[in-house]
Structure formats: C-alpha cells, structure tokens
Nanobody
Framework: QVQLVESGGGLVQAGGSLRLSCAAA????????MAWFRQAPGKEHEFVAA????????TVANSVKDRFTISRDNAKNTVYLQMNRLKPEDTAVYYC??????????????????WGQGTQVTVSS
C-alpha cells in the first residue's frame, strides 16, 4: 500500500507555470507506475500524464502536450508535473495515482489503485 500527497497547486495567471509534486509513503515507490489526472468543475476526470516506474516511458495527453511534463525521482519518492503556458481551461483539481508496475504508462483511471487527495490549480485569464 502507498499513501500519496499532492502539493504545489495554486492561483496563477494565464501563461504562467506551476510544478505539482506528489510525495509517496509506504511501499517502495519504484513498485508503481504513476500518473496525473484532473477534474474540472462539472466534468469527468481527465487523463493528463503518466510515467513508468523507472521513468523511462511517459505519455502526455494531447490537450497538454508541449506544455506539461511528467517526471519522477525515485530517490525522493516523488512524481512531478511541470505545467507551463497555463490556460484557463487547465483549471481543475489535479490528482496523482499509483498503479502496480508493469512498465507501461496507463491512461485509464480504473487501472490505478491509489490516489492522493488532490491539489487545486486555478488559472485566471
């Protein structure tokens, strides 16, 4: 089992940047493939980015491609989401998820077993 805690959210103007962090505690962090999802008010959860347990493979949603980057530091038990050139439509609660590793970044929310409590990102126009 692993516990996840997100941080780094906040209010930023359009065009700005934020870096989200998701710190893991419990079972060995490198046992998990990780991902970020988000949920905007009144909308379904949306896949943002995923990374394999080693960090060698990543997948990013088309809606954030070239603006967002996912990375991880297994020595620090942390996965990151670097968000650049933010847009008002990026406003959402961002969640990190952990899935038992198979080396493949996963796009389906149902494949993740553990979730953090989320961190709010608000982008003003």
């Amino acid at each position: 089992q692993v516990q996840l805690v997100e941080s780094g959210g906040g209010l930023v103007q359009a065009g700005g940047s934020l870096r989200l962090s998701c710190a893991a505690a419990g079972r060995t962090f490198s046992s998990y493939d990780m991902a970020w999802f988000r949920q905007a008010p009144g909308k379904e959860h949306e896949f943002v980015a995923a990374i394999s347990w080693s960090g060698s493979r990543t997948t990013v949603a088309n809606s954030v491609k070239d603006r967002f980057t996912i990375s991880r530091d297994n020595a620090k038990n942390t996965v990151y989401l670097q968000m650049n050139r933010l847009k008002p439509e990026d406003t959402a609660v961002y969640y990190c998820g952990a899935a038992a590793r198979d080396g493949n970044p996963k796009l389906n929310r149902d494949e993740y077993d553990y979730w953090g409590q989320g961190t709010q990102v608000t982008v003003s126009s």
